[in-house]
């Protein structure tokens, strides 16, 4: 077909869900993972179970680069573009330097239309969802995204990594897929087995514990289901569609390799030590001893929300001391960006192209 096919997060096994944020997948075509006995019973090709940790025979050296293409998804909201600023500069610092395997970017722009970082940032322009179909949930379009790219556009790269806008690259990313087994990084707060019964409405329990064009559009269709059924709707939140793909990549029998050190999140994760990416969705608020504060503001802070009509300044203030290492490099690599790119304070909507 010549296009490369990936999946995005999600997994179910043993009766679990695990839900990741990026991964990767390979589009060759390989033997199935799973091979069964004359009996009928299902067993696994791999020296240990795929889903839980790398396979032995897939920590070899490699003898080839294993190209990946780096995906975000985002809209053309101020919130949106200056993460996306952020993000891409630091692709570009980490994407040439040993051990990287990163291969070229797009951006995927659900608005509909062009916007004034088309010539900054490499785009794909992709229509949202039809008005109230997401009933006011956005996040709904980032499925409906990924399907119009992966039928649309040409890419050269074999597998590709899902990424979003407030993603930091803090070291060159290898391709940490094996074969036909996608890398994933584990989310702690998504947790099926408590709403086991509302999953099944979407993932029959006959079906069994347990490529992205493949599951794409499973992951659009169960999204929109689980959006208009009032339970999974009201107990799943702002994750629902990361559950939505848990259950489309089940249905498509897709098992995953975890990788913890894909990403950290600071303040919880306090040290980056040999973490690939930085992803800085959680506020971090502290007192000026330095201490961590739950469910308050604080004397310092940084939340990414509370930038949602334009950027933050360049040159943010650092914590206080003793604050965790992690939140101290993060501000560290925001303010070198913004010092760095081009226009940073500009609010002022400009059409791209224009004199």
Request: charged share 25%; glycine share 6%.
């Amino acid at each position: 077909m010549g296009r490369a096919i990936t999946l995005f997060v999600v997994l179910l096994t043993f009766g679990i869900f695990y839900n990741f944020i990026t991964m990767f997948l390979h589009y060759r075509k390989v033997d199935s993972p799973v091979k069964w006995t004359s009996s009928g019973e299902r067993q696994s090709r791999l020296l240990v179970d795929p889903v839980m940790e790398m396979p032995l025979n897939a920590k070899k050296p490699k003898k080839e680069r294993l190209l990946f293409h780096v995906a975000m998804s985002g809209e053309d909201t101020p919130y949106s573009k200056w993460q996306s600023r952020i993000m891409y500069y630091w692709y570009k610092k980490k994407k040439d330097l040993p051990g990287s395997e990163m291969g070229k970017f797009t951006r995927i722009l659900h608005s509909g239309n062009p916007d004034n970082l088309m010539d900054e940032i490499p785009t794909f322009v992709v229509d949202p969802l039809p008005e109230g179909v997401d009933r006011g949930y956005v996040v709904l379009n980032r499925p409906w995204a990924f399907v119009q790219w992966l039928n649309k556009a040409t890419i050269e790269e074999e597998y590709i990594l899902m990424a979003e806008p407030d993603h930091i690259f803090t070291k060159p990313l290898p391709n940490l897929a094996y074969e036909g087994y996608p890398a994933a990084f584990p989310f702690f707060y998504i947790k099926p087995v408590k709403y086991e019964k509302i999953i099944r409405k979407f993932f029959p329990e006959e079906m069994g514990p347990d490529l992205l064009e493949k599951i794409a559009p499973t992951w659009m269709n169960v999204s929109l289901r689980m959006k208009n059924d009032p339970e999974s709707d009201k107990k799943f939140g702002w994750v629902l569609e990361m559950y939505a793909y848990a259950v489309a990549s089940a249905l498509h029998g897709v098992q995953h390799i975890l990788r913890k050190d894909f990403m950290l999140q600071p303040p919880w994760d306090m040290e980056t030590g040999d973490k690939f990416i930085l992803h800085y969705t959680y506020g971090c608020d502290y007192n000026l001893k330095g201490e961590l504060l739950s469910g308050a503001i604080g004397d310092w802070r940084f939340d990414k929300r509370s930038y949602l009509d334009g950027p933050p300044p360049r040159n943010l203030s650092m914590p206080p001391r003793s604050v965790p290492e992690s939140v101290v490099t993060l501000i560290k690599l925001i303010n070198e960006a913004t010092g760095n790119l081009p226009n940073w304070d500009a609010l002022e909507e400009v059409k791209p192209n224009s004199s």
